[in-house]
């Protein structure tokens, strides 16, 4: 790999693009967005070793870290490969990019620019290449992209400038002292795998599956240590205790069988050895007890393949949260290849699995990510026995295709769609369109149905001021309006067998006992939006004409004036 290649232009097969525009995507679609995300790649490198050259810098300047990368490609090109083209890597240029250009902040300039430089160490580790380069020492540690970190007992605090060498996959780091002289550490770090020497070198923790037919197993990264693992800002190492690293691989495992789950390709359909790099989020340790679901999960266009996911209790949840997460890094490259929407950003459309407005973009990526949760959840109800497992696959198979179709029929009388925009956007509408047509138990569809029309209609109450009428453009927000939690969505995932709570009486189908709770809870607070959104659903499940209608089409009509 090079940075003088000349590239040939990207031409998408149609048939790849139909299977993209579905929600789904076959293995040669993927490879396809991964070729072209390495083009991509390629550029941006391009264009931040321009702006590097001319950085002042104690560091071993730019333009020899990548003469020291380049000679370890060309006699070592697949692990070379590999390491550019990783997610953290992606996430590493662009952050750099905006620190060039002054819209990121992080830590001296030339210290994250020396970041060329560890990569350069990994592809000459990798090739067996000798080198000498100065690197940046954050308190004695000096990451390594793909492989670990190193840390030099007693250094100094801080940052500091040290020197590593490498020669026949052996790594040498030398570095300031806490009070005076040096301090020195040896490795080697493509065989040395378990934390030794005093943990002095800390070696990357990856998830590993092998397919139920005993395919050769493949692997995930389980990034703890890498700076640029976050989606934009330079993060410490944050390494997983023994436990929770064994956790995760539990999970993983579990979550991957879920997914290997046999039959063609489609929304939902995820081989989870397209996933390159996971990032645990929010804890180190296997206590105390993770939550059943993931609570917050995302991904960055910049990191193709990567994701940010805060563990959870569940495989089944950690399988969907895959899914989900896949599906942005599919349609994030495919907004580098083509221009889908035409986006100012404003952040006035109604979201379904979201509590706040959203700018078109985001919808669209919400749009595309649950259209692959619904055939996630699709599946399951395929293959559930009865009982819970299948009550809650079919609740969510009906609400998240209800939801994806709703921001799809958004997105297509926006009017700002492009051609491939459009195009895209009526084939996530023709697989959803087929799936309601799709039968559901009655019980899951009703609850489904609920919770959708409860979460809109506390998204008005809680966003829209009704002071305003709506204009063309859409809606005018409140100015007291905050983040509410949505604890609907998965409350009303199965039937409560002994309903107390007005929520509870709603989600088993007795509306007339949820609409008294509800009107006990109005007496006390009569603009409660939680209470008063519950109250309309019922009122409109036990009278749905026309006035209850209007109800639910503009709910936030029913509040007093927000003050101020």
Same mark, same amino acid.
């Given at each position: 790999?090079?940075?003088?290649?000349?590239?040939?232009?990207?031409?998408?097969?149609?048939?790849?693009?139909?299977?993209?525009?579905?929600?789904?995507?076959?293995?040669?679609?993927?490879?396809?967005?991964?070729?072209?995300?390495?083009?991509?790649?390629?550029?941006?490198? &391009?264009?931040?070793?321009?702006?590097?050259?001319? *950085?002042?810098?104690?560091? %071993?300047?730019?333009?020899?870290?990548?003469?020291?990368?380049?000679?370890?490609? @060309?006699?070592?090109?697949?692990?070379?490969?590999?390491?550019?083209?990783?997610?953290?890597?992606? =996430?590493? /240029?662009?952050?750099?990019?905006?620190?060039?250009?002054?819209?990121?902040?992080?830590?001296?300039?030339?210290? +994250?620019?020396?970041?060329?430089?560890?990569?350069?160490?990994?592809?000459?580790?990798?090739?067996? %290449?000798?080198?000498?380069?100065?690197?940046?020492?954050?308190?004695?540690?000096?990451?390594?992209?793909?492989?670990?970190?190193?840390?030099?007992?007693?250094?100094?605090?801080? *940052?500091?400038?040290?020197?590593?060498?490498?020669?026949?996959?052996?790594? %040498?780091?030398?570095?300031?002292?806490?009070?005076?002289?040096? #301090?020195?550490?040896?490795?080697?770090?493509? %065989?040395?795998?378990?934390?030794?020497?005093?943990?002095?070198?800390? !070696?990357?923790?990856?998830?590993?599956?092998?397919?139920?037919?005993?395919?050769?197993?493949?692997?995930?990264?389980?990034?703890?240590?890498?700076?640029?693992?976050?989606?934009?800002?330079?993060?410490?190492?944050?390494?997983?205790?023994?436990? +929770?690293?064994?956790?995760?691989?539990? *999970?993983?495992?579990?979550?991957?069988? /879920?997914? !290997?789950?046999?039959?063609?390709?489609?929304?939902?359909?995820? $081989?989870?050895?397209?996933?390159?790099?996971?990032?645990?989020?929010?804890?180190?340790?296997?206590?105390?007890?993770?939550?059943?679901?993931?609570?917050?999960?995302?991904?960055?266009?910049?990191?193709?393949?990567?994701?940010? /996911?805060?563990?959870?209790?569940?495989?089944?949840?950690?399988?969907?949260?895959?899914?989900?997460?896949?599906?942005?890094?599919?349609?994030?490259?495919?907004?580098?290849?083509?221009?889908?929407? +035409?986006?100012?950003?404003?952040?006035?459309?109604?979201?379904?699995?979201?509590?706040?407005?959203?700018?078109?973009?985001?919808?669209?990526?919400?749009?595309?990510?649950?259209?692959?949760?619904?055939?996630?959840?699709?599946?399951?109800?395929?293959?559930? @026995? +009865? =009982?819970? @497992?299948?009550?809650?696959?079919?609740?969510?198979?009906?609400?998240?295709?209800?939801?994806?179709?709703?921001?799809? &029929?958004?997105? *297509?009388?926006?009017?700002?769609?492009?051609?491939?925009?459009?195009?895209?956007?009526?084939?996530? !509408?023709?697989?959803?369109?087929?799936?309601?047509?799709?039968? #559901?138990?009655?019980?899951?569809?009703?609850?489904?149905?609920?919770?959708?029309?409860?979460? &809109?209609?506390?998204?008005?109450?809680?966003?829209?001021?009704?002071?305003?009428?709506?204009?063309?453009?859409?809606?005018?927000?409140?100015?007291?309006?905050?983040?509410?939690? $949505?604890?609907?969505?998965?409350?009303?995932?199965?039937?409560? #067998?002994?309903?107390?709570?007005?929520?509870?009486?709603?989600?088993?189908?007795?509306?007339?006992?949820?609409?008294?709770?509800?009107?006990?809870?109005?007496?006390?607070?009569?603009? @409660?939006?939680?209470?008063?959104?519950?109250? /309309?659903?019922?009122?409109?499940?036990?009278?749905?004409? &026309?006035?209850?209608?209007?109800?639910?089409?503009?709910?936030?009509?029913?509040?007093?004036?927000?003050?101020?």
């Amino acid at each position: 790999m090079t940075s003088e290649q000349h590239l040939a232009p990207f031409r998408m097969p149609d048939r790849l693009f139909a299977e993209l525009a579905a929600g789904g995507g076959s293995a040669a679609a993927v490879a396809f967005l991964e070729r072209a995300e390495r083009a991509r790649r390629l550029l941006l490198l &391009r264009t931040l070793l321009d702006h590097l050259d001319a *950085l002042p810098t104690p560091l %071993t300047p730019a333009a020899e870290a990548w003469r020291v990368l380049k000679e370890a490609a @060309e006699k070592s090109p697949e692990p070379v490969e590999h390491l550019l083209l990783a997610p953290a890597t992606g =996430g590493w /240029i662009s952050h750099m990019l905006r620190r060039v250009r002054g819209t990121a902040t992080g830590p001296p300039l030339w210290a +994250e620019a020396g970041h060329l430089c560890a990569l350069a160490l990994s592809a000459s580790l990798h090739a067996g %290449t000798e080198a000498t380069l100065d690197v940046p020492l954050t308190s004695g540690r000096l990451p390594l992209p793909g492989l670990g970190m190193v840390g030099l007992p007693d250094a100094r605090e801080g *940052l500091a400038v040290g020197r590593a060498t490498t020669a026949g996959g052996e790594l %040498t780091v030398t570095g300031p002292g806490r009070t005076t002289g040096s #301090v020195r550490v040896t490795c080697h770090p493509l %065989t040395q795998r378990a934390d030794a020497e005093g943990g002095t070198w800390l !070696a990357l923790r990856t998830l590993s599956h092998t397919g139920p037919d005993g395919t050769a197993p493949f692997t995930v990264v389980l990034e703890d240590l890498d700076p640029y693992r976050d989606l934009d800002d330079h993060l410490p190492p944050a390494r997983l205790d023994a436990d +929770e690293a064994q956790e995760w691989q539990r *999970l993983f495992g579990e979550a991957a069988r /879920i997914l !290997a789950r046999p039959g063609t390709p489609g929304p939902g359909r995820v $081989d989870p050895a397209m996933i390159r790099a996971i990032v645990p989020f929010g804890r180190t340790a296997a206590s105390p007890p993770p939550p059943p679901f993931v609570q917050v999960s995302a991904s960055s266009g910049d990191s193709f393949g990567g994701m940010l /996911i805060v563990r959870p209790a569940s495989a089944l949840a950690l399988a969907e949260t895959l899914v989900h997460e896949l599906q942005h890094s599919k349609l994030a490259a495919l907004l580098h290849l083509f221009p889908l929407l +035409e986006d100012d950003r404003a952040e006035r459309y109604y979201a379904p699995w979201r509590t706040d407005p959203r700018h078109l973009t985001g919808l669209l990526h919400g749009a595309y990510a649950f259209t692959g949760v619904a055939g996630f959840w699709r599946d399951r109800l395929a293959g559930a @026995e +009865e =009982g819970e @497992e299948a009550e809650r696959a079919a609740y969510f198979f009906a609400l998240r295709r209800l939801q994806s179709r709703l921001a799809v &029929r958004t997105l *297509l009388t926006s009017g700002r769609l492009t051609v491939q925009g459009r195009a895209l956007v009526s084939g996530l !509408a023709r697989t959803l369109d087929g799936w309601l047509r799709e039968p #559901v138990p009655h019980a899951a569809l009703t609850r489904a149905r609920t919770a959708a029309a409860l979460h &809109r209609t506390e998204w008005r109450l809680r966003n829209v001021d009704p002071a305003v009428e709506i204009p063309s453009d859409g809606p005018r927000f409140r100015t007291d309006r905050a983040v509410w939690p $949505d604890v609907r969505t998965h409350s009303f995932a199965t039937r409560p #067998v002994v309903p107390r709570t007005a929520d509870e009486h709603l989600a088993a189908g007795d509306a007339a006992a949820a609409l008294a709770r509800y009107a006990g809870q109005l007496a006390a607070d009569p603009a @409660e939006p939680h209470a008063l959104a519950g109250w /309309i659903v019922a009122r409109a499940v036990l009278d749905p004409g &026309r006035e209850t209608r209007r109800m639910l089409a503009r709910p936030e009509l029913l509040q007093p004036l927000p003050s101020g």
